[in-house]
Nanobody, 125 residues
Framework: QVQLVESGGGLVQAGASLRLSCAAS????????MAWFRQAPGKERELVGA????????YYADSVKGRFTISRDNAENTVYLQMNNLKPEDTAVYYC??????????????????WGRGTQVTVSS
């Protein structure tokens, strides 16, 4: 398993942008599919975006499609979530997660088994 540490959250106004980063420990980061989840107060955790090991395949929840971009840099052991045109409903704790896989092309919607501690994103109206 990898150890994951998120950063980049903060308090912004609606319409602003933020870029979240998730740094992974170890030398096998490229063997893990990655994802970003979020959880707002009183709500269940939801998948925001997922990326394959290669970085070529991505998935987005409908609520963020066209505004958020997930990417990864395997040389830097880091996965990113670029968030543009933020809305108050994007307010949540954002978590990155990893899933070991032998398939370099697939993203996954579930089955993640390592999680970071999260970073708070608050969007004011």
């Amino acid at each position: 398993q990898v150890q994951l540490v998120e950063s980049g959250g903060g308090l912004v106004q609606a319409g602003a942008s933020l870029r979240l980063s998730c740094a992974a420990s170890g030398r096998t980061f490229s063997r893990y599919a990655m994802a970003w989840f979020r959880q707002a107060p009183g709500k269940e955790r939801e998948l925001v975006g997922a990326v394959s090991r290669s970085g070529d395949s991505t998935y987005y929840a409908d609520s963020v499609k066209g505004r958020f971009t997930i990417s990864r840099d395997n040389a830097e052991n880091t996965v990113y979530l670029q968030m543009n045109n933020l809305k108050p409903e994007d307010t949540a704790v954002y978590y990155c997660a990893s899933r070991y896989t032998g398939n370099i092309y697939n993203y996954y919607l579930s089955g993640y088994d390592s999680w970071g501690r999260g970073t708070q994103v608050t969007v004011s109206s």
